[in-house]
């Protein structure tokens, strides 16, 4: 076998799985506007119908960051990323291979801040659904704070019962207000669909599943964020 061979192995990536589509107004350019539901390709349409809300899925692999991946601030034109960014270095992709570092930009201590080039974060989940083609579609998420609270979810399930491998989930599209800011430097509220994961398991049955590793090793949880980062809670209009 070739060496290093098994570095390049991937596993056959059937296609995306939208959360937006573009719209295309009278005048002017198009844009994305985020939906209430999963955009889905034909295979799964057939199966789970054109516009569904709620997806069953499986896991391919057993870590939460092997499932939810690809997890960077990204500058993107057309389709192709050209910048790449982890909020402290970032990395210009030059077509020529002579790719370029340099220090971020973004004001980490700002919870509403923007990258000024316009990066945006986003990550990547990785699922298998029943009942269509063995292979992996993508979901690709965006939003700092959506990122996180998802990377939270599937953290408390791999504490919780082990191998994300060993449970079937659903992948849901939940109605939340959401805080922003805004071009102006006010911060907002809208309601947006954010990704929710979710188990048939009840806690008592993924403890027993899982030797109640929740429980009885320290760090299982997500930390608690420290003082600092906490803010006065702001309510939606």
């Not at 198009?30 to 069953?56: H, M, N, S, W």
Request: positive net charge; glycine residues 8%; contains cysteine.
């Amino acid at each position: 076998m070739i060496h290093g061979l098994e570095r390049r192995l991937r596993p056959p990536r059937l296609g995306s799985i939208g959360l937006g589509i573009t719209v295309q107004p009278n005048e002017g350019k198009p844009y994305p506007r985020e939906v209430e539901y999963f955009v889905v390709a034909e295979e799964i349409a057939d199966v789970y119908g054109e516009k569904p809300t709620a997806l069953p899925v499986r896991f391919p692999w057993p870590e939460p960051e092997q499932v939810l991946h690809s997890i960077d601030y990204v500058l993107r034109k057309g389709r192709s990323v050209v910048r790449r960014c982890d909020g402290m270095h970032a990395t210009e992709l030059r077509a020529a291979g002579a790719d370029v570092s340099f220090p971020c930009k973004i004001d980490l201590t700002n919870p509403y801040a923007r990258c000024p080039d316009g990066c945006r974060a986003s990550a990547r989940l990785s699922v298998v659904i029943p009942k269509t083609p063995l292979g992996i579609w993508e979901v690709r998420v965006g939003g700092i704070q959506r990122i996180a609270d998802l990377l939270s979810q599937i953290r408390l399930y791999r504490a919780a019962v082990g191998p994300l491998t060993q449970l079937p989930f659903d992948l849901e599209r939940v109605a939340q207000q959401e805080q922003y800011m805004t071009a102006t430097g006010e911060v907002a509220w809208r309601t947006g669909y954010p990704i929710k994961v979710r188990s048939p398991f009840m806690t008592e049955q993924a403890l027993q599943l899982g030797a109640g590793e929740i429980i009885d090793r320290p760090g299982a949880l997500p930390a608690a964020p420290p003082q600092a980062a906490l803010r006065a809670p702001v309510s939606p209009p």
